[in-house]
T-cell receptor
């Protein structure tokens, strides 16, 4: 398997623009997670899905952020409108089985810069 | 509330020296415990995990960790560090009841001197 795939790897955009981050989890995994990593706040869980259904989105910072998982092999994280404080590395991870127990496999991340 | 503390933000060791990275957690029940490593520009990779049983667990790349319930700790160790071990290390707790939570510590950045 190719592992978790994220695109794009780097994104530079201007404040106010819409940004869409994409993730393809490992085939057969039933949990998908979106994390944000910054120097100030470390690694934060934004939202996670189980069998394509959002389970906990309490980490989503505000309404400008939304995430979808239309099928088992694809998820998006959208920021609209983007702000400079959204600049971070966004990771997608997937796992199989009980979420707290399953090893999470991380993608390489998307480095987002909002000017 | 569940929490994970990694008290050392940066650690520097010489190549060949032993290493211990500290991790303390706060959780009401027996947690699932993990150590991940993040190399520069990469995602996180699992080093080892503890669910139950033997409190000393072995992982990849020669790492081990010991679960000490009385101290609420899960420290990561390696007897002899290699230059390629330079990376950031994250301890994580996976909750075992209620709404799932997988909480990461703030990380410890390891620098290895040649």
């Amino acid at each position: 398997d190719a592992g978790v795939i994220q695109s794009p790897r780097h994104e530079v955009t201007e404040m106010g623009q819409e940004v869409t981050l994409r993730c393809k989890p490992i085939s057969g995994h039933d949990y998908l997670f979106w994390y944000r990593q910054t120097m100030m706040r470390g690694l934060e869980l934004l939202i996670y899905f189980n069998n394509n259904v959002p389970i906990d989105d309490s980490g989503m910072p505000e309404d400008r952020f939304s995430a979808k998982m239309p099928n088992a092999s694809f998820s998006t994280l959208k920021i609209q409108p983007s702000e400079p404080r959204d600049s971070a590395v966004y990771f997608c991870a997937s796992s199989f089985g009980l979420a707290g127990k399953g090893e999470q496999f991380f993608g390489p991340g998307t480095r987002l810069t909002v000017l | 509330a569940q929490s994970v503390t990694q008290p050392d933000i940066h650690i520097t060791v010489s190549e060949g020296a032993s290493l211990e990275l500290r991790c303390n957690y706060s959780y009401g029940a027996t947690p699932y415990l993990f150590w991940y490593v993040q190399s520069p520009g990469q995602g996180l990779q699992l080093l080892l995990k503890y669910f139950s049983g033997d409190t000393l667990v072995q992982g990849i790349k020669g790492f081990e960790a010991e679960f000490k319930r009385s101290q609420s700790s899960f420290n990561l160790r390696k007897p002899s560090v290699h230059w390629s071990d330079a990376a950031e290390y994250f301890c994580a707790v996976g909750t075992t009841s209620g709404t799932y939570k997988y909480i990461f510590g703030t990380g410890t950045r390891l620098k290895v001197l040649a």
